[in-house]
């Protein structure tokens, strides 16, 4: 699995945890991992090979991680979008922000220009074309404030 393929897989339980219970994300995180297993081409068509146990727990701790720091990442997103509210932001456009967010912020295995790149990525695939700019302004004033480490 490709680290696009993994952020694919986090940014979609990320998602989830808009329409299911802070207690129940660890039974989603699961399910989804074991959906994927069972059928790659539904839930990531294209990907490059079969998921393994390392995918799997890359997976898990940056879901967990993620989520562990929503009400931070969200503090960081509002401040960094200049008076949006994040409950304002499409459910979509805001697990793309927390997951990239997380990465600016807190993942130094990931360059900050990748994690932007993929973010953009994701949203045009998952997102309406406005929304393409306002991650890519968001993200880009998290980057330029330095918050890294």
Do not use: H
């Not at 399910?31 to 990907?47: A, D, N, Q, R």
């Not at 509210?85 to 967010?101: D, H, P, Q, T």
């Amino acid at each position: 699995m490709t680290r696009s393929e993994a952020r694919d897989s986090i940014f979609r339980i990320v998602f989830r945890e808009a329409f299911f219970p802070a207690e129940g994300m660890e039974e989603q995180t699961e399910e989804y991992l074991t959906m994927l297993g069972e059928e790659p081409e539904v839930f990531l068509p294209g990907m490059q090979k079969e998921i393994e146990e390392s995918d799997r727990e890359y997976i898990r701790t940056k879901v967990d991680a993620i989520l562990e720091k929503t009400e931070e990442l969200d503090r960081m997103l509002e401040e960094a979008s200049r008076d949006w509210k994040m409950n304002r932001v499409g459910k979509a456009e805001l697990a793309i922000l927390r997951v990239a967010a997380y990465e600016l912020r807190f993942d130094d295995d990931i360059p900050d220009k990748v994690a932007i790149n993929e973010a953009l990525e994701l949203a045009k695939k998952y997102c309406d074309e406005k929304a393409v700019p306002f991650i890519n302004g968001v993200l880009n004033q998290l980057y330029e404030s330095g918050l890294k480490g």
